[in-house]
């Protein structure tokens, strides 16, 4: 199996700062993409900022900018930094990593999604 898991969520103010982190474990072979999301209540869940295995980042717009999306490789594990938050920041922020793995048969593809970490922005 793969799991994902997210950490580093919390309550922060308004023009503060938070680093989320996502690591992906299991009998995985690599992984390829790997993206952050959010979801505040009532709204759809969106991009935030994605990553692919060479480095190549795609960013949400209302977040240019401010958020910046990083990965090792060798630990399996993305990060996303969050400066200047602001309000309409707060959300619940979910992994998305997709790669190869060991399925017990063979190599097979896989796109797995964390249980999510909630960002408060308040003061």
């Known amino acids: 199996q793969v799991q994902v898991v997210e950490s580093g969520g919390g309550l922060v103010q308004p023009g503060g700062s938070l680093r989320l982190s996502c690591a992906v474990s299991g009998s995985i072979f690599s992984t390829n993409d790997m993206g952050w999301y959010r979801q505040a209540p009532g709204k759809q869940r969106e991009l935030v900022a994605s990553?692919?295995?060479?480095?190549?980042?795609n960013y949400g717009d209302s977040v240019k900018a401010r958020f910046t999306i990083s990965r090792d490789n060798a630990k399996s594990t993305v990060y996303l930094q969050m400066n200047s938050l602001k309000p309409e920041d707060t959300a619940v922020y979910l992994c998305?990593?997709?790669?190869?793995?060991?399925?017990?048969?063979?190599?097979?593809?896989?796109?797995?999604w964390g249980q999510g970490t909630q960002v408060t922005v308040s003061s």
């Open positions: 998305n990593a997709e790669g190869k793995w060991w399925d017990g048969l063979g190599q097979a593809d896989f796109g797995s």
């Open positions: 990553i692919t295995s060479g480095g190549m980042k």
